[in-house]
């Protein structure tokens, strides 16, 4: 699914990249191509329209990430902006229990195929599941539905032709209750089209069988009428979630960066094939990173965009240039890196590091380091050379440790700093020296 879409941003993205700097038209452009891709996708227009002026606001008001590219600062932005789209809505499923599920949708749309789905993804997670057949409009269904059923070790209540819909929506609930089902789903009718029995039927069955959860089944392969078909019953049963079926396909698939959007329904499940095993919870954050395959650069500018103070990491490497780089600097270094986390997942993250997966930086050696220089003076930490004996045991007894540690953790800055200002002179990559390990506090 959205491959067209995928390959065209591929491509904006890649041209976005190769600039050392974003001009206003350079965004505008990227922008209109990422429109059309949108609506080429069947993305709703207000929504394509939407999405894009957002994404240039802020492209064009951010203020450029020491050491990130501006192509790569846009990627995470239209990221970002995805994600918020998809994003908002509770997505988890009610946890009451017992829990009545309905699903409903178009004929066709995948509803029995989705009951089978879901009733084994329930059963996976130790549920007991029942299948109520509530299709009694053609009659394959309920065979189809037994059939599924048996192949899941799900059971399936079913009543002959003629039941009137209401008796199975009351008994199929008697029928869950008393055997202790934690779960049981309601596989309704559907209609070729939208129509007023249809909904009204469906409106019925809702207040008997009173649902915890109401899903409409939507074929992504339906574009536009996707939105339509889901206002429409939003409006005769109070829905709780979307299931989108047949992502699977190559369709063009961009109702499911719409349909929330315009009916304020959150998409719960994704159908990516045939078998009852083939459906995924709707994870927004995934189905972008998937969509963009980009969550290496992603996740470097989050990190940057948190965690770098562009202005005192310039600050400081000012200070390094002219040697007035301190154990307060280094502390702050220190505390930096604490907070990225752990480190060779950042470095990992750095294009070109050297020696990726040889830096290991001890975290108990980090707290030890801090509590010594917390035990400094301001001057001694600006000026570590007045450091004699005295004031190094003094340290020691206040920070709990040896003097032999301070000496260590002397001589370790010292290397630090002569590391450093051989980085600043010209490092592997441009950015990354700001972020250097220096090679003495490895392992
Ligand atoms: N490839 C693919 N096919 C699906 C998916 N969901 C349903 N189908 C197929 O779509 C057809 C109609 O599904 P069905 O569950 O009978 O739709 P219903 O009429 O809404 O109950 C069947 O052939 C299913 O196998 C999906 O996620 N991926
Ligand atoms: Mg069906």
């Not at 930096?336 to 050696?365: I, Q, T, Y």
Request: include cysteine; hydrophobic fraction near 40%; proline fraction near 5%.
């Amino acid at each position: 699914m959205l491959e067209l879409l995928q390959k065209k941003l591929e491509s904006v993205f890649r041209n976005l990249r190769g600039y050392g700097k974003l001009s206003e038209s350079n965004v505008a452009d990227a922008l209109r191509e990422i429109r059309l891709a949108l609506l080429a996708a069947d993305v709703h227009y207000p929504v394509a329209k939407q999405l894009c002026e957002e994404i240039q606001k802020k492209a064009l008001g951010k203020e450029a990430l020491a050491g990130i590219r501006p192509g790569d600062q846009f990627v995470k932005i239209f990221h970002e902006e995805l994600v918020r789209l998809l994003g908002e809505g509770e997505r988890e499923i009610r946890p009451e229990r017992p829990l009545r599920l309905l699903l409903c949708g178009l004929n066709g749309s995948g509803k029995t195929t989705t009951a089978a789905k879901l009733a084994l993804w329930f059963r996976k997670q130790r549920q007991k599941v029942a299948l109520v057949a509530g299709d009694l409009t053609r009659p394959a269904a309920r065979e189809q539905l037994q059939r599924l059923g048996e192949q899941i070790e799900v059971p399936v209540y079913s009543w002959p032709d003629g039941t009137p819909i209401e008796t199975v929506a009351r008994e199929g609930r008697a029928r869950g209750e008393r055997e202790g089902m934690d779960i049981v789903i309601f596989d309704a009718a559907g209609r070729l089209d939208v129509d007023a029995d249809l909904l009204e039927e469906l409106a019925g069955v809702a207040r008997l069988w009173e649902p915890g959860e109401s899903l409409l089944v939507v074929d992504a392969a339906t574009g536009q009428v996707a939105v339509k078909v889901a206002e429409a019953f939003a409006a005769k049963v109070p829905l709780t979630g979307l299931v989108l079926s047949r992502t699977d396909g190559d369709a063009r698939g961009g109702a499911a960066l719409s349909i929330q959007q315009v009916t304020g329904i959150p998409i719960k499940f994704l159908g990516v094939g045939e078998k009852p095993d083939a459906l995924q919870t709707f994870v927004p954050e995934r189905f972008v990173g998937r969509l963009l395959g980009m969550g290496d650069i992603v996740a470097l500018v989050d990190r940057a965009q948190e965690e770098i103070d562009a202005q005192s990491m310039e600050e400081m490497a000012k200070r390094l240039k002219s040697n007035e780089f301190g154990l307060q600097d280094f502390l702050a270094q220190l505390r930096l890196m604490k907070r990225l986390g752990p480190l060779e997942n950042l470095l990992a993250l750095l294009p070109g590091f050297p020696g990726k997966e040889a830096v290991k930086v001890d975290e108990k050696k980090i707290k030890q380091i801090e509590a010594i220089i917390l035990s400094m003076t301001p001057g001694e930490r600006r000026r570590p050379t007045i450091l004699n004996g005295r004031r190094r045991l003094r340290i020691a007894r206040g920070s709990g440790t040896q003097v032999n540690d301070v000496n260590d953790l002397l001589r370790k800055f010292d290397s630090m700093r002569k590391m450093m200002r051989r980085i600043s002179k010209g490092g592997p990559g441009k950015g990354w020296p700001k972020l250097a390990i220096p090679r003495a506090l490895r392992g």
